[in-house]
């Protein structure tokens, strides 16, 4: 994700992250923050998030996992400029070179 960020940035493309907490639990900034410090460190190599995060209460229906159908995370979901539902899982530079 970092990649097609860095990659696309200024072109059009937005990424916004969605981020689902389980149980019913409400997601807080500082929740989200704990679970990504160590991930931070280890994978991101001291990189932060370089686009927004929307925080959403697992309410068990009716949520951006069900109206996307995410199944796992992470799931990329590509919107055209229409609004269309362009591709799930899969999403890669040729694909949005394709949609811009």
């Given at each position: 994700?970092?990649?097609?960020?860095?990659?696309?940035?200024?072109?059009?493309?937005?990424?916004?992250?969605?981020?689902?907490?389980?149980?019913?639990?409400?997601?807080?900034?500082?929740?989200?923050?704990?679970?990504?410090?160590?991930?931070?460190?280890?994978?991101?190599?001291?990189?932060?998030?370089?686009?927004?995060?929307?925080?959403?209460?697992?309410?068990?229906?009716?949520?951006?996992?069900?109206?996307?159908?995410?199944?796992?995370?992470?799931?990329?979901?590509?919107?055209?400029?229409?609004?269309?539902?362009?591709?799930?899982?899969?999403?890669?530079?040729?694909?949005?070179?394709?949609l811009l």
């Amino acid at each position: 994700v970092f990649a097609l960020h860095d990659k696309y940035k200024g072109k059009g493309v937005v990424f916004v992250g969605v981020h689902i907490d389980g149980a019913g639990a409400a997601p807080t900034v500082d929740k989200l923050d704990a679970k990504l410090t160590a991930i931070r460190k280890t994978v991101w190599k001291g990189r932060d998030l370089p686009f927004p995060v929307a925080l959403y209460p697992d309410k068990g229906t009716g949520g951006p996992a069900e109206v996307y159908g995410v199944t796992s995370y992470p799931t990329a979901v590509v919107i055209d400029k229409k609004g269309r539902v362009q591709a799930g899982r899969g999403v890669n530079a040729a694909l949005l070179d394709k949609l811009l």
